[in-house]
């Protein structure tokens, strides 16, 4: 299997709630990538993507998709979950 057949076959949704992380309805979840106490990430299930728009966060600016959110995400998400 190639890695863009993974994309289109593991929605962001299913890896967002892997970890815990349900977006409310404004389609947004609190970053896991830095400290967030209100929801910062945008959900665009519609792209596969998500997006921060804090300015603390290292993600800033960058819009990552189900397999970038994984591989960003060890060692980071365990004080969420």
Request: charged fraction near 25%.
């Amino acid at each position: 299997m190639e890695i863009a057949e993974i994309i289109k076959s593991l929605s962001i949704l299913q890896v967002l709630e892997h970890y815990h992380l349900k977006p409310n309805r404004n389609k947004m979840v609190c970053c896991p990538f830095h400290d967030d106490k209100n929801p910062s990430r945008q959900v665009y299930a519609e792209t596969n993507t998500v997006f921060c728009f804090s300015g603390n966060c290292k993600m800033n600016g960058k819009k990552i998709d189900a397999i970038q959110f994984i591989q960003e995400v060890p060692g980071r998400i365990s004080r969420t979950v």
